[in-house]
């Protein structure tokens, strides 16, 4: 191999580099004796035979062009096209890995059911078709459109025609009518949603259960393999019933529609999805399909497994003539991100962006803004040991009739579950075929406890106590720690 002037015998080993050509390590350097002149911009090689000066190559760091909030807030006043850019940190789940052709082999014998676009036309009418039974003596609600900013009429208005052209709304008379708004997506596109507000008042509620999120976590322990799956416009794929449909009327600045297919915002349609859902899956849920509203993962103990597991997966979507969103689906991946935690080797872990999100939190000045991050957290309090505890002096300023006092020991407690949540404690997935361990503690004004298995904990448990409580003896407040625990 040449180098300038010199030329040598070098043993490389051969692997894949995204940026260089190849790396020349310390046992070269050493043995050519090369000596670095960074003041020189060049490198000498000072072996005895053959002795040169090698130029090295700095590419400057291009400078980008800065502007200053003045130059943006004048840009803005003279109506200047302007961009806003946010980069993505993008945390790697294995997306790198080439997919296994296994799996590329179900997907292209299935890829009639993952569509660019939902089909043009309704779809079948089921038993799960869904329905709003209004109360009794309801009269029908009407309102006003909303008012839009021009990029909005532009969105509905090209979201209307994709409708009409679907065959998914009809212009409507009824005397019915809800007004329009945009809610964003992730990818930052614009869903529309209905404003039901008032139709929702009257309707008939469905008391559908709301499945434990703890209970779909411990499906997921032993799980090697996951391939998470979303439905092209879900709603979209489900009937109004029969007769229901002039209800759904919204008003625009461009006429009254009623839907065939079931909108964003009707109070009864979460219960209605997951009702087909569960129906259509019941044979493989809890053996290798969770479902919690929208979100759906495939789980397996191997890869074999897991293409016998897509291909019954996919055979009744095909049947039921339901169509899945590609572009927003992983497959096979060895970690899942479900309902705000990450999941890989038997571990459940937070999220990362809700974990910037507390870490990043400001102190609260009043109380809604404290009760919405204790909901955050609270989401997250199985990572936490003693979370009551933790957080009694935040919890006590949401009393009714508690005069707003944010002290020492109240940012003092704030700052710690920040800290807490932070460390990102791992925890294991429960293995049902092992034996568990409830250990428990206690103090003078909370109790709690910890699920363990094979000295790894699954689970942290605690809640603060009540005035009659805390003059329990220390014996009975562990005793009501161990009844607590062994309910929850």
Not at 162 to 169: C, Y
Not at 275 to 287: A, E, Q, S, V, W
Not at 300 to 306: A, Q, R, V, Y
Request: proline fraction near 7%; hydrophobic fraction near 35%; glycine fraction near 4%.
């Amino acid at each position: 191999m040449p180098i300038c002037s010199w030329e040598g015998r070098v043993d490389f080993t051969v692997a894949p580099m995204d940026d260089f050509k190849m790396v020349l390590g310390m046992d070269f350097l050493q043995k050519v004796k090369a000596v670095p002149l960074p003041f020189l911009r060049s490198m000498a090689i000072l072996e005895e035979e053959k002795p040169c000066m090698v130029p090295t190559v700095t590419e400057g760091t291009p400078k980008t062009p800065m502007l200053s909030t003045m130059q943006v807030k004048k840009g803005l006043k003279r109506e200047e096209v302007t961009y806003l850019a946010t980069l993505k940190e993008e945390k790697d789940d294995g997306s790198g890995k080439p997919m296994p052709k296994e799996i590329k082999g179900v997907l292209d014998e299935f890829k009639d059911v993952m569509p660019p676009k939902l089909p043009k036309r309704l779809p079948p009418r089921r038993e799960e078709d869904h329905k709003i039974e209004l109360e009794p003596g309801a009269k029908p609600p009407a309102m006003g459109p909303y008012r839009m900013a021009p990029p909005e009429l532009e969105e509905l208005r090209r979201q209307l025609k994709e409708l009409l052209d679907a065959g998914f709304i009809q212009p409507s008379k009824a005397p019915y009518g809800a007004p329009v708004l945009f809610q964003k997506k992730h990818d930052g596109s614009l869903r529309m949603c209905i404003d039901y507000w008032a139709l929702n008042k009257v309707t008939v509620k469905n008391k559908y259960p709301i499945l434990l999120i703890a209970d779909l976590f411990d499906q997921l322990g032993r799980a090697r393999y996951f391939t998470k799956l979303d439905l092209r416009s879900g709603y979209y794929q489900v009937r109004i019933a029969e007769g229901d449909e002039p209800k759904t009327t919204c008003v625009t600045r461009y006429g009254s529609y009623e839907f065939l297919v079931m909108p964003f915002g009707l109070t009864n349609a979460p219960a209605t999805f997951c009702t087909l859902m569960n129906k259509i899956f019941h044979p493989y849920l809890d053996k290798f399909v969770v479902v919690y509203l929208d979100d759906i993962v495939i789980y397996s103990n191997t890869l074999k497994e897991h293409e016998e597991h897509l291909r019954k997966f996919f055979k009744i979507l095909r049947q039921n003539k339901l169509y899945v969103k590609k572009e927003k689906c992983s497959f096979a991946k060895e970690e899942v991100n479900f309902l705000g935690h990450r999941i890989r080797d038997g571990k459940l872990m937070m999220d990362d962006s809700k974990v910037k999100a507390i870490q990043e939190w400001d102190p609260p000045t009043k109380v809604p803004q404290l009760r919405s991050f204790l909901s955050l957290v609270n989401y997250y309090r199985r990572f936490i040991k003693g979370y009551s505890g933790r957080a009694a002096p935040l919890t006590d300023l949401l009393k009714k009739n508690k005069a707003w006092e944010w002290d020492g020991r109240c940012q003092q407690a704030f700052e710690d579950l920040k800290k807490v949540v932070t460390e990102e404690p791992v925890l294991a997935l429960p293995d049902h075929t092992k034996v568990f361990e409830v250990h428990i503690d206690a103090s003078d004004f909370a109790i709690g406890g910890v699920l363990m298995q094979e000295r790894h904990p699954i689970a942290f448990e605690s809640r603060k106590l009540n005035d009659a409580e805390r003059r329990y003896t220390v014996q009975e407040k562990e005793m009501t720690a161990i009844v607590h625990c062994l309910r929850t």
